[in-house]
């Protein structure tokens, strides 16, 4: 809460006359944005460190394996990126392969502030979901609700949530989204969290980058139909580990990434028809994915960039990481091989 209430003082000088400089106070251009996906095998770790060194991290993985995926994000917090703390950790949604691993990672790792869109929708539908809620609460105390236009007070980046309960920003001088005529609809039934997701776009300069959590199909089209609210974007995080019930081309195509990554698993996500969407948007150079998908029927990118190729017993959890300059350009990075590429901002 300290955090926030000396932004909105900045905020509020910064209406208040001063030549609008102090939202870039004390941010130094030399250095980059970067973006880790850690691999939690399947669930979600997207770890964001900010030019000026403030961490953020949207899901924690999941629970359990001597907590695997909580001691892998540590370990990138401290020999990765050098901080052994989090200024805020965001729960896109509960599920538990992604607020799973919250508690575990929480008794490691000091968290400032937890993040997430409300009270979890299926504390009731099961007595699993219903530990998964309690542990998380635990572990979280005091946690800040957010809504979509929302932004989280970091510096050098805009960091703007874009949907949460369902519900996504809306822009009256946003363009139409020409792939919503005739677009298909999918009914999407039973855990009813997915739709709920926290979303976020971070942007810095002329880079821009997109993460929608598990959103599904329906909230989706809702978001960028008829308005592509979120315009065209650098980089994205394939939605909810390329499964199929979300990915609808509607949003793909609107959002256009150059870059896209996936964080599936070695037996989950990478769905062919999220994949085969995803290969016909009109920008799209490359897809890293963390794992080599080994589903019968599955596609994968080329094995360079993929970070980790084998079954999840045994992975060694290799990341992949965005190194994203003031200027916009950006390079990607598989930490299995060095392999890297680069990138400039369209
Ligand atoms: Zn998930």
Redesign the pocket.
Known sequence: MRKILLTLACVWLAACGSSGTVENAGVDSSKPLEIYWIDVE???ATLIVTPTGETVLM?AGWPGNDDRDAKRIAHVLEHEVGRKELDYFIT??F?I??AGGAPGLAAMVPIDEFVDHGDSIEKNLNERAALLWQNYREAAGTRLTVNPGDTLPVSGVDFQFVSARGESIKSATAPANPYCEGAEQKEVTGNPE?GQSVGFMVRMGDFEFLDL??LTWPEELAAVCPQNVFGQVDLFQVT??G?FQSNAPALLNAVAPQVAVMNNGANK?GDPLAYAALMETPRLVDLWQGHNTLNEGASNTDEAKIANLGETEGCEGHWIKATVQADGSFTILNSRNGFSKSYQSL
Request: proline residues 0%; negative net charge; glycine residues 24%.
């Open positions: 399947g669930g979600a899901d896109s949604h599920h392969d992604h997915n959590g598990d909810h580990h499964m996500g």
